[in-house]
């Protein structure tokens, strides 16, 4: 071609798929056999040559030659499909790597972190704090007694017992627990929930964590969608350890997440890149009765967006009764809002979406499965919402002879109601501690504690608004104070409060129990 690089092929007749085949021989010449003694394979120097009829010279091998004529036609041709087969051989690598469990886990966790920071995103009260351990970690750490454990002097010690300190309202684990070991799953779960829900008590801090498919003896939570019954956690005895665990008192300050939440959409081919890579991410699709491939798609555990609905309940009204449900025309309660979207292969954009969360659970099932201490979270259908309509903790409530008793053993179970008295006890908690030794008797501290607390007490709820009830969200609360006995200088407070807003028919005061700091020279 007059005027063109004198650029020739070896013969008359080459396809494509010739192309293809000399550019993995060139490919191959990068190996560390191939290098020559300064180290420099042939693709490097195809890499770094400026000159354009050289490089190509170079790409195409001993079997193209620069002679006259070039067909541009067809050197551009086999050009784009070096450049296609390029790609996709990269694109196998990038899913190889996007789609390996431990790349996932690491993805999910920083994909998880952004989602709970752009909750808070402009309110300076909300702090996040981010703990880095892997769950075998946390199990070694906790097969000590927990208050001699890494995260005890973390979350409470350097807390409550250091000038400073601040409480944390709510611990959000990232991991998937569940009732026994296996074989994917090596870790002792049970024991290391025990030693957490203490270590939640004591800093009056809520622990959330995801149940893992294997606590309902599932694969994967897809199998949701069929009829089951969950009766094995009463009947089966791999359950008892499980059980004894939700009988324990301080198993209120836990809570279970089903299913698992879309942390993000599959990467789509744009056109637009400016290194001009085409990738598409590869996904398998859910798993059904008649296909048995695991999904491969970003998936966490909804832990993270029940912190969701508590940071934004905090950043409203810094207060946490309203954490479940669905209010009309507000994005409030327990609603989940804007979890990525991911349409049907076999539809057009945006006529059918696929819900948020890896199993639409039916309101039959999530009433069971809240029976047995487990967080729902629901997909509204064909929104990109999911909620929370109970916020149930994993203690298994306890019954008694008279209902009311039992009633409120239900209430106590309720992770809403442990947030709002636990936002109590760490103010109590820090004014004791900078206030250790200001107290002559348990009385002076008893009525000192009392006025403090009816500046959150407003006896008319229904004149006042959300805002309001919010800033005194208390109809009553009272304190009783008394020293510990056989330690002078210790004292023991017990808390009464009833809440305005109830979110359930009937009513119920918190109660709450604390140790105070010891007086100096106690």
Sequence with gaps: MPGGPAIATRDDTVQAGDAAGVRDHLVSYARARDRRPDGVTPLDDFLSEPDPGVALALWFGQHRVLEPPVDRE?????????????????SAQVNAVLHHPRFQALEAAWVGLRYLVA?????????????????GLVCRDLERDFDQSVLWQRVYADQFDMAGGQPFGLLVGLYEVQHRRDAKHPSDDVSALTGLCQ???????????????????????????????LDAFDREPEYVRWNSLRDQEDSRFLGVTVPRILLRRPWEDHSQRIDGFRFRETVTDRPRAADRSPDNMLWGPASIAFGAVVIRAFRDHRWFAAIRGAPQDAIAGGLVPDLPQCPF??????????????????????????????MVLSDVKDTNYAVFRGCPSLQRPKRYDRIGATNNAKLSAMLQYMLCTARFSHY???IMRDRVGSFANPEECERYLNRWLMDFVSQNPSGSSIEMQARRPLRDARVAVREVPGSPGAYNATFQFLPHFQLDTIETSLKLVTQLPRARGG
């Design 119 to 135: 909750q808070g995103e402009g309110e300076p009260l909300v702090r996040l704090k981010v703990f880095d351990a892997n769950w």
């Design 345 to 374: 292969p076999t539809e057009p954009y945006g006529v059918a979406i696929r819900p948020g969360t890896d199993v639409a659970v039916s309101d039959r099932l999530e009433l069971e499965l809240n029976r047995y201490g487990l």
């Design 428 to 430: 109590v908690k820090i």
């Design 74 to 90: 067809r050197l551009t041709a086999l050009l784009d499909a070096d450049i296609a087969r390029i790609d996709r051989l990269l």
């Design 199 to 229: 270590i939640a008590a004591a800093s009056f801090a809520p622990f959330i964590v995801g149940a893992s498919p294997g606590l309902l003896g599932l694969t994967d939570f897809v199998r949701l969608e069929a009829p089951m019954r």
